[in-house]
């Protein structure tokens, strides 16, 4: 039994090995390659590079030493992995940048004037052309370009408008006008004489830009800023004798006048004037907190004198400024800043500060802020503003918005509130002094009133009259219902008009000059080109 066992067993071991024999013959024998080839194209030619099998692109890169630059690309992805046979192809790219420049050529425009007779034409602005800086990206693919793209824009210089203003048929039938009525229109100055249809240009340029605009006392002469051609500045300081024909300029070599400038009330040859410092950020200067005194001396800007001011006087926002009042006969000087109204005191070229009314400055929540109106009554005795006054709706005072009209009595009185809610913008003009039928002498107070005044940074407004101790008070223009005024500062005539037998108040409304009479709210449109944007009247 057991030499049976071992029997089976040896033969059992023969047959699989024959099995064995028999099967490794049928197959053929099979050798996985060392390395497969791959041709590799780049920098203009092709070569056969050697790598081992399941190599990438990148693979095939590094073994032939080819580096890509930040804007080549290879086909196929570096990522692939390659087969005996393939094909890479190394793509050079390469951009250049080309810098040229454009003229922007300028405009021409046609403005309608009245003051020109109809017909006539004046070049108000003299055309400039403006030049753009363009970027071109060139971009080449193996030496060869394929795109050229406009890569950036910048404006280096805006193009000036031409500005031709031309005549048209007056519309309304001249008035009797005493003194002297200045206005800007299209960037000039322009003069009214005698009557409102007799008109000349003043001042040519087309660059006034109207930050100031004040006649002398007697009317001959008249302040102005235009604007500045050069870089880092805002405007220039102007005078100019309108009584001549031509009128004579002046520069007084001042830059960047922007809250105030004004003659020495009954001198045409002293000025007071502030300044600011030209920024980038907004509102685009900052406040130097300055008063200086001009002298004008033959026809030239001559001595010049800082008076000192305090740091009391900057405010709570010292990047904004400061206005300044002379009183009717030139002998004190009062200030407006975003918290207070007083006196300045220049005795010895020492600005020092009298406050006379406090409020607490308005949070605007934005690059400017607010300083009230400030002017004098023609006695000298009463200085006329806006005071910032609490509300019980705001939770804190800097947000309130109520604007009382506030009379400050100079002897022994302080301040007295004459009208409530005006709004911020108000401006109390009072007129000349006027001879009552009494004998007495009096005068009244225009003011302007905010149509919606917890809204009135950008309210419209309405004119109103009321006599000096604030009875008496009466809308005169626009009738409610209709489109009401831009915030501005009115001017009353100097004298009496021939035709309404009395003092007028001068205003713009949508762009024309009105004269409104203050007894019984009538109306008189004088111009009708609406192009309107300053004026003042002596």
């Known amino acids: 039994m057991k030499l049976y066992h071992r029997q089976f067993l040896v033969l059992l071991v023969t047959v699989l090995l024959s099995i064995s024999l028999l099967l490794s013959g049928c197959i053929a024998p099979s050798r996985q390659p060392s390395q497969i080839t791959i041709d590799l194209t780049a920098d203009g030619k092709t070569t056969s590079v050697q790598v081992l099998p399941n190599s990438t692109v990148q693979d095939v890169l590094s073994s032939a030493k080819i580096n890509l630059g930040s804007l080549d690309r290879v086909e196929p992805p570096p990522y692939t992995v390659l087969l005996n046979g393939a094909s890479v192809r190394v793509v050079r790219m390469r951009e250049e940048f080309e810098l040229t420049s454009e003229v922007i050529a300028f405009e021409h425009q046609l403005v309608r004037c009245e ?28 030496g060869q370009q394929i795109s050229n793209d406009e890569f950036k824009r910048v404006v280096i210089e805006e193009a000036v408008p031409e500005v031709v203003v031309v005549g048209i048929q007056q519309m ?3 008035a009797a006008i005493p003194g002297r009525l200045v206005y800007i229109v299209g960037g000039n100055a322009w003069a009214m004489e005698g009557n409102t249809g007799k008109r000349r240009v003043v001042v040519t340029g087309g660059d006034l830009d109207g930050y100031i605009f004040s006649l002398s006392s007697d009317g001959n002469w008249l302040l102005f800023t235009r604007k500045s051609i050069e ?22 070599q001042v830059k960047n006048v922007i809250y ?15 300044t600011v410092e030209p920024q ?25 004198t800082p008076v000192a001011l305090g740091p009391e006087l900057v405010g709570n926002y010292p990047w904004w400024g400061v206005s300044f009042a002379w ?57 006329y503003t806006i005071d910032h006054a609490p509300d019980a709706e705001a939770v804190l005072s800097e947000d309130s918005q109520v604007f009382d009209l506030t009379a400050i009595l100079l002897e022994g009185g302080g301040p007295v509130r004459l ?11 009072p007129s000349p002094m006027q001879k009552l039928e009494s004998g007495e002498k009096a005068y009244q107070v225009a003011y302007l009133k905010a149509v919606t005044p917890k809204l009135s940074k950008s309210s419209r407004y309405q004119l109103w009259v009321m006599d000096r101790d604030g009875s008496d008070q009466r809308l005169l223009f626009p009738e409610e219902g209709t489109r009401g ?27 024309n000059i009105w004269f409104i009479n203050p007894y019984d709210g009538t109306a008189r449109q004088v111009t009708g080109d609406e192009l309107t944007v300053r004026l003042d009247w002596k």
């Open 115 to 142: 003051s020109l007779p109809e017909g006539e034409r004046m070049l108000s602005q003299q055309g400039a052309n403006g030049e753009v800086e363009i970027t071109y990206r060139h971009v080449y693919e193996d």
């Open 172 to 174: 309304f039938s001249p």
């Open 231 to 252: 870089a880092g500045q805002i405007n220039s300081l102007w005078a100019a004798q309108i009584d001549l024909s031509p009128p004579k300029l002046i520069n007084l």
């Open 260 to 274: 105030f400038a004004s003659w020495l009330p009954g001198s045409d040859s002293t000025i007071a004037y502030s």
């Open 280 to 304: 980038a950020a907004p509102p685009g200067w900052h406040t130097n907190n300055d008063l200086k005194l001009l002298k004008i001396q033959n026809d030239k800007p001559d001595e010049t």
């Open 327 to 383: 009183s009717p006969d030139g002998s004190r000087l009062a200030y407006a800043n975003d918290h207070q109204v007083g006196l300045l005191d220049t005795k010895d070229n020492q600005g020092l500060a009298n406050p006379l009314l406090n409020f607490a400055h308005l949070k605007t929540g934005s690059e400017w802020a607010w300083v009230p109106g400030l002017t004098w009554g023609p006695d000298g005795k009463v200085l």
């Open 419 to 429: 009208v409530s809610a005006v709004g911020m913008f108000a401006y109390p003009t």
């Open 485 to 511: 005024l831009d915030p501005q500062q009115v001017t009353w005539s100097p004298a009496p008009l021939v035709e309404e037998y009395h003092h007028v108040i001068a205003l713009i409304y949508q762009g």
